[in-house]
T-cell receptor
Framework: EDQVTQSPEALRLQEGESSSLNCSYT??????LFWYRQDPGKGPEFLFT???AGEEKEKERLKATLTKKESFLHITAPKPEDSATYLC???????????FGQGTRLTINP | KAGVTQTPRYLIKTRGQQVTLSCSPI?????VSWYQQTPGQGLQFLFE???????NKGNFPGRFSGRQFSNSRSEMNVSTLELGDSALYLC???????????FGQGTRLTVV
């Protein structure tokens, strides 16, 4: 059964303090790994899709990387508006469904 | 380009009642998936539809059902509501399964 574990559960940073969020996964055959951002009371907002080990994608202060067992979401010089819950999900070949981790709740203090 | 639209945004129902939630996908998207989000269990997959056919179903009781129409709009129904069905129900659409899925704002269902 596909599984996703995210760490840490919660992370509090000062504005400008860079860090990384971890997503470890086990999947029978990876079709894609997805990162989402979710603000309270709202639906998840799509950030990145990674398909193969070694792939990297960037968007503003965020950079996602992928290995065969885990993915990292690096946040560089974060701002208070980056505060949110970050969700990682995997889709295995032929599954037509996303399996989500529990998320990392990120708080950026000004 | 309009995003995924879910209606209603909020619902309060009584135990034993039934409820129907609606989802309009992004134009051109043919895959629609439904997820239940609770603080304890996180996001859990309910079912996925593509061209009016259910291709996958999660581990939920038969009280949870869904369908997709020829215009790709989807509905999910929950019958005989229980207190534990209180959750945020999210719909996601994609061009095809396995590509980027975009979520709606969700329907917050409260069962009292």
């Amino acid at each position: 059964e596909d599984q996703v574990t995210q760490s840490p559960e919660a992370l509090r940073l000062q504005e400008g303090e860079s860090s990384s969020l971890n997503c470890s996964y086990t999947v029978s055959g990876l079709r894609g790994l997805f990162w989402y951002r979710q603000d309270p009371g709202k639906g998840p907002e799509f950030l990145f899709t990674l398909y193969s080990a070694g792939e990297e994608k960037e968007k503003e202060r965020l950079k996602a990387t992928l290995t065969k067992k885990e993915s990292f979401l690096h946040i560089t010089a974060p701002k208070p508006e980056d505060s949110a819950t970050y969700l990682c999900a995997v889709e295995s070949q032929g599954a037509q469904k996303l399996v989500f981790g529990q998320g990392t709740r990120l708080t950026i203090n000004p | 380009k309009a995003g995924v639209t879910q209606t209603p945004r909020y619902l309060i129902k009584t135990r034993g009642q039934q409820v129907t939630l609606s989802c309009s996908p992004i134009s051109g998207h043919r895959s629609v998936s439904w997820y239940q989000q609770t603080p304890g269990q996180g996001l859990q997959f309910l079912f996925e539809y593509f061209s009016e056919t259910q291709r996958n179903k999660g581990n939920f009781p038969g009280r949870f059902s869904g369908r997709q129409f020829s215009n790709s709009r989807s509905e999910m129904n929950v019958s005989t509501l229980e207190l534990g069905d209180s959750a945020l129900y999210l719909c996601a659409s994609s061009f095809a399964g396995g590509t980027e899925a975009f979520f709606g704002q969700g329907t917050r269902l409260t069962v009292v």
